[in-house]
């Protein structure tokens, strides 16, 4: 028998051809068996009966003979077939109010001890070193965030994981009409997941920025609740609480933004020659300060291999011989006079 006659139906689900063929002649007769439509059609009819039967599409016809078929409407055979899934649904919906009621009994008593925290001041600073915990902290609180949500993420790209992780709560929260700010490094936009990442939120509404040094991992939410970054410690985070805490997080984080420069989703070869020129100045400036090249580079958001081009690139244009001396001959040598702007070396 060629495939198309086969009673088996599509892998999408559809009737096959045989099926079809079948259905119509039953509809145009009252009652058939399976000889009269073998007969009729020039196929065997069973896995075509067997199909239709199983998709509520025929029906054992009246009487004792179990081999008379007849033809079902296509809307009973769909009310048939949906009304195991509308009684799921239906208990599915239960299931979520009961569940619902029952976790909403509990927010007097959230909000109460809440308050009487507030007022004795404690918890208003937490730190949670476990990071499913940070995690879930965080979707706890872009969920109930209703104003603006302020990020400020140092260290050069995001990995990809991080991102895919977040994208669908940053939409979420777009979307309910909550203000979205980001400040990156600048070396954030060279990475290609991180510019995909922007340009969907900023379709959004969200506004992202990027700036060369000084940033402080830290979340403010609603200049309510922050989260800060705690320092050799990865994956955990200090919960603030605390309102004076967090006003001085909210305008740190607004004096970055001030100094900031939009993030473009592509990047031109003249703002590339910009950005790489001011990551080269601000090398120069951690340089002249003594620090290592691994601190350098962690601050800057760029491996320590790129840093250390730079840093060869920085020598050979001043003509240091060794990292000491171009620290030496970078730093600005003191006067006893009124200070003057010491000069910027080539790059």
Known sequence: MPPEESGAAGADG??????????????????????????????????????????????????????????????????????????????????????????????????????????????????????????????????????????????????????????????????????????????????????????????LGAQVRTLGDGLMRMLIFDEHTGLMAVPDRSGAALVVREPSVVHFMTTTFERSWVGAEPFPTSVSPEAARSISDELRQTIVRLLSEGLEDKVIARRLGMSERTCQRHIAEIMRAVGAKSRFQAGYLLSPAPTAGPATPTPTPPT
């Open 14 to 203: 559809e009737l096959s051809p045989a099926a079809r063929r079948l259905y119509a002649y039953a509809v145009e007769r009252h009652v058939f068996d399976r000889c009269e439509a073998t007969a009729a059609l020039g196929v065997r009819a069973a896995a075509a009966i067997t199909e239709l039967a199983s998709a509520h599409l025929l029906q054992r016809a009246p009487g004792d003979d179990p081999d008379r078929w007849s033809a079902v409407a296509p809307r009973a055979a769909a009310a048939r077939a949906l009304a195991p899934l509308a009684l799921l649904v239906r208990e599915t919906h239960d299931e979520m109010d009961r569940l619902r009621g029952r976790l909403e009994a509990l927010v007097p008593a959230y909000e109460a001890g809440t308050a009487h925290r507030d007022l004795s001041g404690s918890g208003r600073l937490e730190l949670v070193t476990d990071l499913g915990a940070v995690r879930g902290l965080i979707a706890e609180l872009v969920a109930t965030c209703e104003r603006e949500l302020l990020t400020s993420q140092p260290g050069g790209g995001r990995p990809l994981e991080t991102l895919e992780e977040s994208i669908g709560r940053d939409e979420s929260l777009l979307t309910r009409g909550v203000r979205m700010r980001t400040i990156y490094q600048h070396t954030a936009r060279y990475s290609r997941p991180t510019a995909a990442y922007v340009e969907r939120v900023t379709a």
